[in-house]
């Protein structure tokens, strides 16, 4: 299991904020529109160190569109999912209580991959 960035994607543009180096754990990475789908997606992803000696613990991807209908489709969400993690991986997206809603930036979903120790997951039939 493991988080990987698919370096041919990444979005690279001196001074930007989203600028980030090939071989970073983390960065934009952009898919462009035709690649995969009409529209092209734009990622922000993050192996979830916040430093060198800081951890959130989750590996984390948000996921937009470049144009098109609001918000990404399951099947725009199963391929960045298969883009920045292995087969193997379970990966989640969170519908948190309404008190803790964060909407930045509305049309962006999130994937998320807990990377301590064993995530609890549902039984298989209820996958």
Request: glycine share 8%; net charge negative; hydrophobic share 40%.
């Amino acid at each position: 299991m493991s988080f990987h960035v698919p370096e041919p994607l990444r979005f690279r543009k001196k001074g930007s904020v989203m600028d980030s180096n090939p071989g970073d754990p983390f960065g934009a990475f952009l898919i462009e529109p035709g690649m995969l789908f009409p529209w092209g997606l734009k990622v922000i992803a993050s192996n979830g160190m916040v430093s060198e000696t800081e951890d959130t613990g989750w590996e984390h991807v948000s996921v937009s569109r470049l144009a098109g209908p609001d918000t990404p489709s399951w099947e725009e969400m199963s391929m960045v999912k298969s883009l920045f993690w292995d087969d193997a991986d379970w990966c989640i997206q969170f519908h948190p209580a309404k008190e803790d809603y964060v909407n930045v930036h509305p049309g962006v979903l999130h994937i998320w991959r807990w990377k301590q120790g064993e995530f609890p997951l549902p039984p298989k039939a209820c996958v």
